[in-house]
């Protein structure tokens, strides 16, 4: 059974015809109700967090002046991916790629 966040993105994907995430940003940034959506559905995901929190899992933390921490965090420690990324668009789009949700 797909998660309703793995639902979204292949639905995103497949009726936009994205076939990188390059497109994939481009596509969350002419359209701020789909990163809406993404942050929205995430709150259920317990994989994905756009606020600090506890929990293990992939991280989009806004920094300050659209720049953005995309991180992986286990344990309370934060490892396999420290990125700064400028940009919600293409913040999103990293940790949708770091959790796996974005395989394109």
Not at 28 to 47: A, Q, V
Not at 75 to 83: E, L, M, N, T
Request: net charge negative; with cysteine; glycine share 6%.
């Amino acid at each position: 059974m797909k998660v309703p966040l793995q639902e979204l993105i292949d639905k995103l994907v497949s009726t936009h015809s994205i076939k990188s995430a390059e497109e994939f940003t481009i596509l969350l940034g002419s359209n701020e109700i789909y990163i809406s959506e993404i942050i929205e559905i995430s709150t259920s995901d317990y994989n994905v967090y756009f606020h600090k929190d506890t929990f293990d899992g992939w991280y989009c933390i806004e920094k300050s002046n659209d720049t953005f921490n995309v991180y992986h965090q286990e344990r309370g420690r934060i490892g396999w991916s420290d990125v700064t990324v400028k940009g919600k668009s293409s913040a999103v789009t990293e940790v949708l790629l770091g959790a796996c949700y974005l395989c394109i």
